[in-house]
């Protein structure tokens, strides 16, 4: 039994916890809080230990600390980092190198530059074989997840085809819990946004890539909208659909209105968190025009990532193979009875 600690618990972390208490092969030491709030007391309520950093000992009172964090990483063999953007290289640099700890760490971090938390930008898709053995490794964001999960099956089958892929990434502007955010009435462009380049981490820095960003105000999910340019008359649409007819993690859908359909659904199935930890292609959107063709997909923006850091934190603790991992992920997490049911309740009316 491996033991397991998760630094943060936000909307990440909180997530990942609550999937790793279901799997028999990890024990939870527990989880680090940074803020004396009412979120320390709801952790503790879901029978989690709650560490926090040495020095803030004395802010948390009047709660029931189990002890430091500094304390909990001495006992662990992996750490999931789900701090906000930034804190994870931080934490690289004071906690986890010095204790010799392997880290995961979340899509807010870099992969390049001085801050870099690691050489590999984690897309199970992509480069699972990569990660197996390794110590320090970043899980892509959710907007660079979702593209991986649309693109890889896309170039495995077309090839070189394929001359170009534009992408515009319609953001959520917060998470369903974040209440404490209150959405701006505006729509905010994003300049030089990280998406495309940590996509081309995985594909190759001269992959024929174009993203741009806009954020709107809203919690639903993020809505990416893609050119797909092929060198001579592109598929039909119906051929692009049935790549993805068995693709783990993509839900084909025909009839969803919005975004917010398809979270209100996964609310009344009871999905963990109102999460469907996929991406679902809005098939009614698909068009083939020439030599392009145009869809739209949506991506759960808090539940994509939570399989993919079990994916993960399989090949970096267990050195499992491709399809164990997978078997594994799939014991838990259930994906192809969600996509199924995905499919069957928005399903093309004829
Ligand atoms: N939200 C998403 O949809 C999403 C999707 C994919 C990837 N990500 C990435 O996942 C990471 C976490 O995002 P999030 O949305 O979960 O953030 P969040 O909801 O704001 O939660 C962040 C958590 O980190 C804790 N924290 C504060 N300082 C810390 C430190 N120095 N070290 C460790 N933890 C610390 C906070 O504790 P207190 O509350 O106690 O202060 C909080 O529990 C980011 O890199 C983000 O880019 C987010």
Redesign the pocket.
Same mark, same amino acid.
């Given at each position: 039994m491996k033991k397991v600690f998760v !630094? *943060? @618990? #936000? $909307?990440? #972390?909180s997530r990942i916890t609550s999937f790793l208490k279901d799997d028999p092969e990890i024990t939870v030491i527990g989880v *680090? %809080? @940074? $803020?004396p709030?009412e %979120?320390v007391n709801v952790a503790i309520s879901r029978g989690l230990n709650v560490y926090v950093p040495e020095k803030k000992l004395n802010d948390f009172s009047n709660y029931k600390i189990t002890g430091s964090i500094e304390s909990a990483l001495d006992e662990c063999d992996l750490v999931f980092?789900? $701090?906000? #953007?930034g804190? #994870?290289y %931080? !934490?690289k640099k004071s906690l986890y190198e010095p204790k010799n700890i392997p880290a995961i760490y979340? /899509? /807010?971090?870099s992969t390049t530059g001085d801050e870099s938390v690691s050489d590999l930008l984690f897309n199970s898709r992509a480069n699972y074989d990569k990660a197996i053995g390794k110590r320090h490794v970043m899980q892509g $964001?959710?907007n660079v997840t979702g593209m991986g999960k649309i693109l890889q099956p896309l170039r495995d089958k077309f090839g070189d085809k394929l001359t170009r892929f534009d992408v515009t990434l319609i953001r959520r502007w917060a998470?369903i819990e974040?209440t404490e955010k209150t959405l701006s009435d505006t729509i905010e462009m994003t300049e030089s946004p990280h998406h495309g380049d940590d996509v081309k981490m995985y594909f190759g820095k001269d992959a024929p890539l174009y993203v741009r960003a806009i954020k709107v105000p809203t919690r639903q999910m993020h809505l990416h909208i893609i050119d797909i340019r092929f060198k001579d008359t592109s598929p039909k649409p119906s051929e692009i659909h049935e790549i993805f007819t068995n693709e783990f993690g993509v839900a084909t859908l025909w009839t969803a209105k919005g975004t917010k359909d398809v979270r209100d659904y996964a609310q009344k199935m009871g999905f963990n968190f109102k999460d469907t930890n996929m991406i679902h292609i809005h098939a009614n959107m698909t068009t083939s025009i020439g030599d392009t063709v145009q869809m739209m997909y949506s991506d759960d923006?808090?539940g994509i990532?939570i399989p993919e850091n079990h994916m993960l934190m399989q090949a970096m603790l267990f050195e499992k193979s491709y399809v164990d991992a997978f078997t594994h992920t799939e014991s838990i997490f259930h994906m192809n009875e969600k996509k199924q049911k995905l499919e069957e309740h928005f399903t093309k009316k004829y």
């Open positions: !630094n *943060g @618990y #936000g $909307s990440i #972390g *680090g %809080k @940074y $803020s709030d %979120k980092d789900a $701090s906000p #953007g804190h #994870g %931080k !934490n979340q /899509g /807010g971090e $964001s959710c998470d974040q923006q808090t990532v």
